[in-house]
């Protein structure tokens, strides 16, 4: 028998770490791979958050690697629909028990975060909501973190500037559930204690809606504007009876929440927009080396602009990375959670933090108003108030 040494211990191990340099053996079989279950409407008509969302998740591994921490990234994608809460609670509860996932993230509408917000709450598990954007939201499970932005933080800015800019009579329309009522309050508020007065307040249903008669009604008050909140998604059919109800020829400015002009529709509304003063915390115009990099990226990916809530995913993955990155080995929710509040970076909407009380971000709302360049609408910022925290309602 011919004689084959046997290698020693030192041998062997000499080996494994001269494979390891080599990156033979890939390092994220080091760690447990940091599973991040993102729970969006891929479909039925909340769509594009969903479309949105998932493109900017994907973007940001692909500008900042598969892996972190030593940890290998893999995202478990679900499409919950947008319209059952106890859908998205059942998935979130797949993913924690049989996915078992380091983070949940994603949720596109209110009812939808809240439904799943217990299930982090009992498995301890960070949520990353991206979208959703009612006040309450972050009070309703210590493991809840928004990237996104909240209703009445955005909400207040374009009270204040329309009472300092003529508007005497304007009627609010928002859609009838959480974050429309957020809208409206906060507008109401803000808007008569600068001694202005609301004309009348109305409501749409959530599912199904027809806005035609709502415009009617407004236009028959005989407002100077009309504040508008309606999820994204929404943006076009209103502004279409806006213009079939011949409100802008009679006199009648559109206000609002930079949801009514989102970017993933603005190109379709076409010129009725033009002229829509919003406030928001992301226009895919942002002027910024951030932004243009991003909307750059975005595009030349996915061939449809970016909208924020394609920026609430983006920032949200920065946050999980971030996180897992500070709080290293053995991170557990508690940490990973930890690890968020406080944080701050440069995003392409401009600077954030997370507000370590309330888990919500802390970010500049600009002023815009839809123009038109180059052949194409766009909100360009002409006005801001940095450091904006959520009021509350
Ligand atoms: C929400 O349901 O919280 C929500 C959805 C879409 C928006 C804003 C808020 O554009």
Known sequence: MPHVPVPTRRAVLKTAIAALAAGLVPR?????????????????????????????CRLYMQRNGDSVAGRKVEL????????????????????????????????????????AAPVATQSKTPMVVMAAATSIITTKSPYIVRSGFTLPQVTWPIAEWAAKNGIKRPVTLVADYAPGLDAEKTFVTRFTSAGGKV?????????????????????DAKPDALFVFVPSGEGAAVMKQFADRGLKQAGVRMIGTGDVVDDDLLESMGDVAVGVVTSFHYSAAHKSPENQAYVEAFMKANHFRPNFHSVGGYDGMHLIYEAATKAGDGADGDKLVAAMKGMAWTSPRGPVSIDPATRDPIQTVYVRKVEMVDGKPWSIEFEKFDNVKDPGV
């Open 28 to 56: 994220a079989f080091a760690a447990e791979p940091l599973k991040i279950g993102l729970i969006l409407p891929l479909t039925g008509p909340f769509a594009s958050t969903g479309k949105q969302i998932e493109a900017a």
């Open 76 to 115: 478990i994608v679900k499409d919950d629909t947008g319209v059952a809460p106890e859908t998205t609670k059942r998935i979130a509860q797949e993913l924690v028990v049989q996915d078992k996932v380091t983070v949940l993230a994603g949720f596109g509408l209110t009812p939808l975060a809240l439904a």
């Open 199 to 219: 004309v009348e307040s109305l409501r749409v249903p959530l599912r199904n809606p027809d806005y035609a008669p709502f415009l009617q009604r407004a236009k």
